[in-house]
């Protein structure tokens, strides 16, 4: 079944299969973890180096391999018509380009580049047209302040949102040193602040650590500090190993969204980072407990979903690779639902449309999408299809829930009868 619905006693996602012999694992056919360790430990030695000395490299290929993306060209979000030139006092301070910054936060503009309000509505901004990528300036370990009585610490790195699949997985296996999956859970819900039901999230804590621990599984989730990736992240800290080895909390993260992400800016660096953000601020900190961030820029400030398909497509990268090279099994994957908007929706049809269909597991009891999209595997488990009265009282439901007029209310209707379309797939 594509599509569970869990309320009460945690699950076992999947045994998974047993660890490979160390050392043992390829990737692109090409020998991984210790047994490259060990290659360049031996390549250092024949030429009468050390293997420390060989970090510089490692710094290199990183920035050589991975770009940040910076907006070139201001293009007014606003609509208002006033003519103005771009020393204008009004466009200064307080006009934003479509990127989310004002004129003077552009690190660079090109020549040229002022599009005026009156033809503004003539243009869209997009990522191909109107940022640069250039090498990046933020990567390393973040050691977290505050955190936690023992000490937290994450490698991360800063890279353009159209980053190649082939590099990136290469970085966290090789240089990151992760051990390759034998299953990815992807987290999806709620991305600001929602209660939990003590009971619910024993259950989701207890079940989503047991999962990862006894398959060698990689969680992704947002990466901050609030929604349900604070939930995965108090999961981590109450039932997680102590062991940084074998903790796989991977944030793929919006840049232009992270509190202080100025902070980070450095080359092969450890960066000290709070986690306590501003209430006033519309950007999130990051998780203490997470074990690895990929920071996805767009070129983009406080806004989200650039990161979307990038987390999107590496997913279904690391599913395409083998468990191992003499098992045609390729890496299994599970999506995780807790509570979560309207967005939620089109992510479960998205995983349960694939082919193969990816698993979607849904917490019940945790509001909004999670909760509806349990009350509708319910309603139609027998016949598939609800009475008119009771499609009735769903689309009132939806609104509820939501907040949103009937129009939409319709839409995320039909989102939910499509994602039970694929329940048996």
């Known amino acids: 079944m594509s599509l569970s619905v869990m309320c009460g006693v945690p699950k076992v996602f999947g045994r998974g299969p047993k660890p490979c012999p160390e050392g043992d694992l390829l990737y692109d056919n090409q020998p991984c973890e210790q047994a490259v360790r060990r290659g360049r430990e031996a390549e250092a030695e024949r030429e009468g180096g050390s293997f420390p000395l060989r970090m510089e490299s490692r710094k290199s290929w990183i920035q050589a391999t991975f770009y940040k993306r910076e907006c070139v060209k ?123 039901h003590p009971r619910v ?52 993260t919006p840049w232009g969204l992270i509190e202080n992400h100025s902070d980070l800016i450095g080359r092969d660096v450890l960066r000290h980072y709070q986690t306590l953000g501003n209430p006033l601020s519309k950007r999130s900190s990051l998780n203490g407990l997470h074990s690895h961030f990929l920071l996805v820029d767009d070129g983009t400030l406080g806004k989200s979903g650039g990161q979307l398909e990038l987390r999107r497509n590496l997913e279904r990268h690391i599913h395409r690779q083998r468990i191992h090279p ?18 939620v929706l089109s992510t479960v049809l998205d995983y349960v449309s694939r082919s193969p269909p990816a698993p979607v597991i849904v917490f ?57 379309e694929h329940r048996d797939a």
């Open 74 to 196: 201001f293009l007014p979000a606003s609509r208002d018509h006033h003519g103005c030139s771009p020393v204008c006092h009004v466009c200064q301070n307080l006009v934003r380009c479509c990127c989310g910054r004002l004129i003077g936060e552009h690190a660079e503009l090109e020549s040229s580049s002022w599009v005026p309000p009156s033809s503004a509505n003539e243009e869209t901004w997009s990522v191909a047209q109107h940022t640069r990528a250039s090498p990046t300036d933020a990567f390393g370990s973040i050691d977290f302040q505050g955190n936690t009585k023992r000490s937290c610490r994450a490698k991360f790195v800063r890279l353009s949102c159209d980053a190649k699949l082939d590099q990136l997985l290469c970085l966290m296996l090789r240089e990151w040193n992760m051990v390759q999956p034998k299953l990815v859970i992807s987290v999806h819900g709620g991305t600001e602040n929602f209660p939990l």
């Open 201 to 252: 999230g024993q259950t989701f804590s207890k079940g989503l650590i047991r999962a990862a621990e006894t398959t060698g599984a990689w969680i992704l989730t947002d990466g901050f500090n609030t929604g349900v990736s604070m939930y995965v992240g108090d999961a981590v800290k109450v039932y997680g190993t102590h062991e940084r080895r074998k903790r796989n909390i991977i944030g793929v």
């Open 326 to 343: 003499r098992l045609a099994q390729r890496v299994p994957m599970v999506c995780v639902v807790v509570e979560g908007g309207p967005p």
């Open 364 to 420: 019940e009891g945790t509001g909004r999408a999670a909760d509806l999209l349990a009350l509708i595997h319910k309603q139609t488990a027998v016949d598939r299809k609800l009475d008119a009265h009771i499609k009735e009282d769903f689309l009132l439901r939806i609104q509820g829930v939501f907040g949103v007029a009937r129009p939409e209310a319709s839409q995320l209707f039909s989102l939910l009868t499509d994602c039970m």
